[in-house]
């Protein structure tokens, strides 16, 4: 009875072999229930060889029974498992993100309300998002919820202030995917403007759109445009949008003309965190309409410098007269300044307007300096000495205003 009980005891521990875990620990103690079967199943053996006892014949054969049935199974499935094997890797493995690839197009309707200062801008566009959503295999839009669908989260990086409305989905027609996510993205966008040139400045209106919820091992964007995916790298990929077909029939920027339409992707490393995203960013360089700006200014004071040069052609002797129309001329100056310094963006530097402002203003200074230089040679007695200062002043003037204006131009548009 003894022996009898014993082998129950191990049948009991064989058949209870085959939920193991699938691990290496697992697979090791199936080892030892190995091995105490076997040795088990032989003591059975002798002992049934000895005293010929048919009981113990047949719970031999049951015993043969449960190794084939329970323990080689177990095993066998421990084995062919890969956590088994290797555990770390497996969970590594099952906790790998899921790459998706999706394409972007997009249409832009208008961009208003520039602020030169602030380098803001109104941006109302649309957008549309196309990838293959495995939800969706083999099944239409309409059969399954949308609210399971999968969700790139996009942001607007370079926005304080937007909205996306019009959210849809829709069957997708692009090929290699079959869903798609349409927006129509409205806010208020910045970019820092460069105004050293002002009003003979280019700057770039950009949108710059990035997941919040998804990074570069998780999600990669290609243009729509171009047929095989992007392969990133670490410059950006610049892609030639035809305005025709991405901008809008009456697309005009207020006082700009837009010189060409881009497409930038990159990955974006933060610096805090090293984290990379993968960002999908529209540029339009575009160049400032100066037309305007040069008649109603720029003309406007090198007349006033031209003005300066008619003071010193009254008469010499007449300080009184020329002092009168050369402090006349300077107010007009500053009233004009104190006019465009209401109109023009206030910035730490100085902008290229504000240098013509302080050119008057250095013409102004050198006509008060010849103009008093040649009344105290009068005073002194040294008339003659005086009349041809005056006329020297009156040859030079000219000459250095029209340099120092094509040395002006030259350096800071040049």
């Known amino acids: 009875m003894y022996q009898q009980s014993k082998i129950m005891a191990v049948c009991q521990i064989v058949c209870k072999s085959q939920n193991a875990l699938r691990t290496k620990r697992d697979l090791h103690n199936l080892g030892y229930t190995a091995k105490f079967i076997e040795r088990g199943w032989w003591r059975t053996a002798r002992r049934a060889q000895s005293i010929g006892h048919p009981l113990h014949w047949m719970l031999l054969w049951a015993l043969s029974i449960a190794l084939l049935l329970c323990l080689n199974p177990a095993i066998v499935q421990a084995q062919d498992s890969p ?37 803001s801008y109104d941006v109302d566009c ?63 966008f910045y970019n820092r403007f460069d105004l050293a040139r002002f009003p003979f400045d280019r700057q770039t209106f950009t949108i710059q759109l990035e997941s919040g919820e998804f990074d ?92 300066f040069w008619a003071v010193l052609f009254l008469r010499s002797e007449n300080l009184q007269y020329r002092l009168l129309l050369l402090f006349t001329l300077l107010m007009v100056a500053v009233i004009f300044n104190l006019v465009l310094l209401q109109n023009l963006p206030h910035t730490a530097y100085l902008t290229f307007m504000e240098r013509y402002m302080l050119l008057t203003y250095a013409a102004a200074a050198l006509t008060a300096l010849a103009t008093v230089v040649i009344s105290l040679l009068h005073q002194s007695g040294a ?29 800071v548009l040049g």
């Open 126 to 188: 649309y957008l549309d998002f196309y990838w293959f959503e495995p939800l969706l295999e083999g099944k239409r839009l309409e059969e399954v919820d949308t609210a399971t669908l999968w969700n790139p989260f996009l942001e607007a990086v370079n926005s304080q202030y937007y909205q996306m409305n019009l959210i849809s989905y829709a069957n997708s027609l692009e090929p290699r995917t079959n869903l798609r996510l349409s927006y129509r993205l409205l806010g208020t």
């Open 83 to 119: 956590d088994a094997t290797n555990p770390a890797a497996a969970e590594a493995t099952s906790a790998m993100p899921e790459l998706r690839r999706v394409k972007v197009s997009f249409f832009l309707n208008s961009i208003t309300n520039i602020d030169n200062k602030n380098g």
């Open 216 to 307: 570069s091992s998780q999600l990669l964007f290609d243009f729509i445009e171009v047929e095989s995916p992007t392969v990133y790298g670490d410059r950006p990929v610049v892609h030639q949008a035809p305005k025709g077909k991405y901008l809008a029939p009456d697309f005009s920027i207020p006082e700009w003309t837009i010189e060409d339409a881009q497409v930038i992707q990159q990955i974006r490393v933060l610096p805090y965190d090293k984290s990379s995203w993968a960002q999908f960013r529209v540029d339009l360089p575009a160049v400032r309409q100066w037309n305007g700006y040069f008649w109603r200014i720029f003309f406007q004071l090198f007349l006033v410098q031209a003005l």
């Open 383 to 411: 008339d003659q000495v005086g009349l041809r200062v005056n006329a020297l002043s009156r040859l030079l003037y000219p000459v250095l205003m029209i340099v120092s204006n094509g040395v002006l131009f030259w350096y």
